[in-house]
């Protein structure tokens, strides 16, 4: 959540923000009158008990007809404190649910706009030309198949569309990018870790996926635990009512998890293969910073992104994302987009998002900087998102007869193969 003090300073800012996010500009104002009557009847609850305890002092001292009236005075009194009271309660609650439901402060640098309307700010590698070579490519599917290393139809049959197996070299290649990945980011001084799946509503929401997230998130109504989508969520909640020194920062951890998403809204879409899927395996970055470092360590986690995807030679582009794209914790987000030959048109790979104070406030996480406890930033981004690399890998290495060359930083995890050989042909 924002700063009410920064709504009350200057609302225009934030009304420019949901305008560029293509949210409610309205919650903006009844924010802004929720949170004036919350403090017009906390005033008004404090005159009146500072009222009823100095007549508290007065009643002891009375007799006869004074006493009698100052006694009916404080009955009514109490009344009023008990109806302030409520008001006061009634207004708090109405102020934080509207400002559980505002989005994260858009950073001015962000591209205004839709999905499509982000700005592309490089590209990395060479995109293969198959026509030169002589051969059309195969898709991560057929080439799944060659290999033996991706089933989705008996995925579908014991779990349903959008469930796969990884099978032999396929389960081999999940275990080989989750470990290179660790390495990278324990060799950048991030602190491993193996994450739950299942979380509390209140991490779930403090992360901010309760609000237009919400559909796409599965939930066991019966244990009132959500399972996350990515170990954000786990991580983010892991120092929740804590408060951390100053000098301790950054904190950074890599967390691995199973990440389960229902992808609402995504029908028809990537409904071939394993882009797109219900259930995956995740290592992700996260960071406790400093605010006033949070631009320059968003910059950070982009670098490690890019040197991982270098690592894997994979050509990819880097975008700012849209306002209207950014989700609600995000002030800014800047995605590694891999370029997919058989769709031709570069795809997500990694995401790393700034989310400012807004999770640390809603989480209760401060840092302690000499006397002074305020909240901190928190920042997270993909390292490795399974399936989709394996996509990448096989379709950008694959060779003419079907087989897949395994780039270097994958040999000694994969038994030094060099290249991965279809086991039918």
């Not at 409610?24 to 500072?50: C, H, Y």
């Not at 962000?110 to 898709?139: C, N, Q, S, W």
């Not at 967390?255 to 995956?280: N, W």
Request: aromatic residues 6%; glycine residues 8%; charged residues 30%.
């Amino acid at each position: 959540m924002i700063d009410l003090r920064l709504l009350r300073e200057d609302p225009d800012r934030v009304r420019a923000s949901q305008r560029a996010r293509g949210e409610d500009v309205a919650l903006v104002d009844s924010l802004l009158s929720a949170d004036e009557r919350r403090r017009s009847s906390g005033v008004r609850f404090d005159e009146l008990r500072a009222e009823q305890r100095q007549l508290g002092k007065l009643i002891p001292k009375a007799s006869g007809d004074e006493k009698a009236e100052l006694l009916k005075k404080a009955s009514q009194l109490a009344a009023d404190v008990k109806a302030a009271d409520a008001e006061r309660d009634a207004a708090d609650t109405e102020t934080q649910e509207l400002l559980a439901q505002l989005s994260n402060l858009v950073h001015p640098d962000v591209p205004v706009g839709g999905e499509e309307d982000f700005v592309t700010l490089e590209t990395h590698g060479e995109i293969r030309d198959f026509a030169a070579e002589g051969f059309e490519p195969k898709d991560h599917l057929e080439l799944g198949s060659l290999l033996g290393a991706i089933d989705v139809e008996r995925g579908a049959k014991v779990s349903g569309s959008r469930f796969y197996f990884l099978t032999g070299v396929g389960a081999l290649l999940e275990f080989a990018l989750v470990n290179a990945a660790i390495a990278q980011a324990t060799a950048a001084g991030f602190t491993p870790m193996v994450t739950p799946a299942l979380v509390r509503p209140e991490s779930m929401a403090g992360t901010g996926y309760l609000g237009q997230d919400a559909e796409g998130v599965y939930f066991l109504e019966k244990d009132n635990l959500y399972l996350v989508g990515t170990s954000e969520v786990a991580i983010a909640s892991y120092h929740r009512d804590e408060i951390l020194d100053a000098d301790k920062l950054p904190l950074r951890y890599a967390g691995f998890s199973p990440c389960f998403r229902r992808e609402a809204g995504s029908h028809g879409k990537d409904t071939r293969g394993i882009f797109r899927v219900h259930q995956f395996d995740k290592v992700e970055m996260f960071s406790f910073v400093d605010p006033a470092d949070s631009q320059a360590e968003h910059r950070r986690l982009l670098e490690w992104e890019k040197q991982w995807l270098t690592s894997l030679e994979l050509p990819f582009r880097v975008i700012d994302v849209a306002s209207g794209d950014l989700g609600s914790s995000a002030a800014r987000k800047f995605d590694c987009e891999a370029w997919i030959p058989t769709q031709g048109k570069y795809r997500e790979l990694t995401s790393t998002s700034d989310c400012g104070e807004f999770q640390s406030r809603r989480l209760s996480i401060r840092l302690r900087d000499g006397k002074q406890i305020r909240p901190l930033a928190t920042l997270n981004g993909t390292l490795c998102a399974v399936p989709r690399t394996i996509v990448a890998l096989l379709e950008n290495h694959q060779q003419a007869d079907g087989s897949v060359r395994v780039p270097e930083i994958l040999r000694p995890h994969l038994g030094g193969r060099e290249v991965l050989e279809p086991v039918a042909k």
